[in-house]
C-alpha cells in the first residue's frame, strides 16, 4: 500500500539532500506531468538544479507552501516560469533560487528508463493539447 506524505513534510526534505549533492528519488503524484510523467505510478531521479534550461523538468517553491513538479518553459534573468505538460492553462513563476531540484531521470513502475524530453513540440503543440491527452487518457498503456 502507498503512503503519501504532504509536500510541506517531504518537499523540504527532498531538497536538504539534493543541497547535499545527494539524488532523491521519488514517486510524485497527480497528472499535471502527463503524458512524461505519471503521477503515482513513475518515479523521477531529483538532482541539482545548476545549468537550468528551457524544457527542463524542475522541483519549485512557487508560493510559501506550494511545491510543484514542472516544466521549465521560460527564463528572464531571475524569473522562471512553470508549466505542467499536462496542463492546458495556467502558468507559475518563481525565482531561481526557488528551484529546489532537477528531473535527470524518469522510471516507470517496472524501473525502466523513460525518456526525458525537453518538451519543446509538446509546449509547441498547446493549442491541441487537450486534445492529445484525450486521446492519451483512454488508451491503455501497456508498460
Partial sequence: MPHFIANTIL??????????GKMVTFTPGGVSMRPFIEGG???????????????????AQVDNDHYVLHRLIAIDG????LMGDGNLRGEEHCSRNDVLAKVQAIYSPHGRRKLLTRGRIWHWLLPIRKYLLKVYRHTPRLL
Fill in 78 to 81: 531571475d524569473a522562471i516560469t
Fill in 11 to 20: 518537499v523540504p526534505e527532498i531538497a536538504q539532500f539534493v543541497r547535499e
Fill in 41 to 59: 505510478q513513475d518515479s523521477v531521479l531529483l538532482v541539482q538544479p545548476s545549468h537550468l534550461r528551457v524544457g527542463d523538468v524542475v522541483l
